[in-house]
Protein backbone atom coordinates (compact mmCIF):
# COMPACT_ATOMS: atom_id res chain seq x y z
CA UNK A 1 0.00 0.00 0.00
CA UNK A 2 1.59 3.42 -0.98
CA UNK A 3 1.02 6.95 0.75
CA UNK A 4 -0.58 9.28 -1.10
CA UNK A 5 1.58 12.31 -2.22
CA UNK A 6 1.82 15.41 -0.66
CA UNK A 7 2.88 17.06 -3.34
CA UNK A 8 0.84 19.98 -5.14
CA UNK A 9 -1.36 18.71 -7.88
CA UNK A 10 -1.14 21.36 -10.77
CA UNK A 11 -4.20 23.49 -11.64
CA UNK A 12 -5.47 23.44 -14.67
CA UNK A 13 -5.07 25.27 -17.47
CA UNK A 14 -6.41 29.13 -16.78
CA UNK A 15 -6.71 28.73 -13.04
CA UNK A 16 -4.68 30.25 -10.45
CA UNK A 17 -3.87 28.43 -7.19
CA UNK A 18 -5.69 29.14 -4.00
CA UNK A 19 -4.97 32.67 -2.47
CA UNK A 20 -2.39 34.14 -5.04
CA UNK A 21 -5.22 36.66 -6.26
CA UNK A 22 -6.18 37.71 -2.24
CA UNK A 23 -2.37 37.98 -1.69
CA UNK A 24 -1.78 40.29 -4.88
CA UNK A 25 -4.97 42.46 -3.28
CA UNK A 26 -3.33 42.13 0.38
CA UNK A 27 0.00 43.43 -0.76
CA UNK A 28 -1.47 45.86 -2.55
CA UNK A 29 -3.56 47.14 0.71
CA UNK A 30 -0.73 46.96 2.65
CA UNK A 31 0.92 49.76 1.03
CA UNK A 32 -2.16 51.73 1.77
CA UNK A 33 -4.22 50.46 4.60
CA UNK A 34 -1.40 48.30 5.94
CA UNK A 35 -3.58 46.45 8.95
CA UNK A 36 -6.32 45.87 6.50
CA UNK A 37 -3.61 44.54 4.07
CA UNK A 38 -1.88 42.57 6.74
CA UNK A 39 -4.63 40.68 7.65
CA UNK A 40 -5.63 39.57 4.36
CA UNK A 41 -2.15 38.61 3.00
CA UNK A 42 -2.24 36.64 6.22
CA UNK A 43 -5.20 34.66 4.99
CA UNK A 44 -4.27 34.38 1.54
CA UNK A 45 -1.25 32.94 2.76
CA UNK A 46 -3.12 29.83 4.67
CA UNK A 47 -4.84 29.54 1.83
CA UNK A 48 -2.59 28.97 -0.25
CA UNK A 49 0.04 26.75 2.66
CA UNK A 50 -3.38 24.76 2.67
CA UNK A 51 -3.13 24.03 -0.64
CA UNK A 52 0.22 22.95 -0.47
CA UNK A 53 1.57 26.27 -3.03
CA UNK A 54 3.91 28.91 -2.23
CA UNK A 55 2.17 32.78 -2.00
CA UNK A 56 5.23 35.44 -2.68
CA UNK A 57 2.70 38.03 -3.19
CA UNK A 58 1.05 37.19 0.47
CA UNK A 59 4.60 36.68 2.24
CA UNK A 60 5.52 40.41 0.73
CA UNK A 61 2.05 41.92 1.84
CA UNK A 62 2.77 40.44 5.03
CA UNK A 63 6.20 41.79 5.97
CA UNK A 64 5.35 45.43 3.79
CA UNK A 65 2.27 45.45 6.38
CA UNK A 66 3.90 44.69 9.47
CA UNK A 67 7.28 47.11 8.28
CA UNK A 68 4.72 50.21 7.70
CA UNK A 69 2.71 49.33 11.09
CA UNK A 70 5.62 49.52 12.73
CA UNK A 71 6.89 52.60 11.33
CA UNK A 72 3.81 54.12 11.82
CA UNK A 73 3.88 53.54 15.35
CA UNK A 74 7.36 55.18 15.70
CA UNK A 75 6.35 57.45 13.86
CA UNK A 76 3.35 58.81 16.14
CA UNK A 77 5.68 58.25 19.07
CA UNK A 78 7.94 60.78 17.55
CA UNK A 79 5.55 63.44 16.63
CA UNK A 80 3.74 63.14 20.13
CA UNK A 81 7.31 64.24 21.94
CA UNK A 82 7.94 66.31 19.66
CA UNK A 83 4.53 68.37 19.85
CA UNK A 84 4.42 67.76 23.58
CA UNK A 85 7.82 69.44 23.69
CA UNK A 86 6.97 72.63 21.60
CA UNK A 87 4.05 73.14 23.85
CA UNK A 88 5.97 73.12 26.86
CA UNK A 89 8.59 75.66 25.31
Given amino acids: MTTPST ?4 APAGTDFPGKTLGI ?3 VL ?4 NLIGL ?7 SQSKKA ?3 NTPAVAGIVIGAVLIVL ?3 LSIVLGVAAANIQTS
Avoid: H, R
Fill in 7 to 10: SPIA
Fill in 25 to 27: VGL
Fill in 30 to 33: AIFF
Fill in 39 to 45: IISAVAL
Fill in 52 to 54: GYK
Fill in 72 to 74: GII
